[in-house]
């Protein structure tokens, strides 16, 4: 089992920057791809980025690549979501999961592909 916690969100105006954090405790993280996902009022949860067991690969949404980056500490088992350039069309609760299985791919894309999710952390971003 693997317990995931979100925190980093907050209120910031368009154009601003907010890093977002997921520790993990229970099982070794290091063996677990990551993603973070996003779901907009009355929207889909939708894919924003993911990260391989050991860092080394990283896929990105088309809406957020060139703005966000995805990253792990696997000492501290903390993924990161660094969010630049923020746009009031970023705004979202935006949750972490783990993925058990260590293949990886275009899936990861895909929610149900993640076995672990945490709470969420709320992203508001003002005109």
């Known amino acids: 089992q693997v317990q995931l916690v979100e925190s980093g969100g907050g209120l910031v105006q368009a154009g601003g920057s907010l890093r977002l954090s997921c520790a993990a405790s229970?099982?070794?993280?290091?063996?677990?791809?990551m993603g973070w996902f996003r779901r907009a009022p009355g929207k889909e949860r939708e894919f924003v980025a993911a990260?391989?067991?050991?860092?080394?690969?990283?896929y990105y949404a088309d809406s957020v690549k060139g703005r966000f980056t995805i990253s792990r500490d696997n000492t501290k088992n903390t993924v990161y979501l660094q969010m630049n350039s923020l746009k009031p069309e970023d705004t979202a609760v935006y949750y972490c999961a783990a993925r058990r299985q260590i293949a990886w791919g275009p899936r990861v894309v895909r929610p149900f592909e993640y076995d672990y999710w945490g709470q969420g952390t709320q992203v508001t971003v003002s005109s």
């Open positions: 990260i391989s067991w050991g860092g080394g690969s990283t």
């Open positions: 229970g099982r070794t993280f290091s063996d677990y791809p």
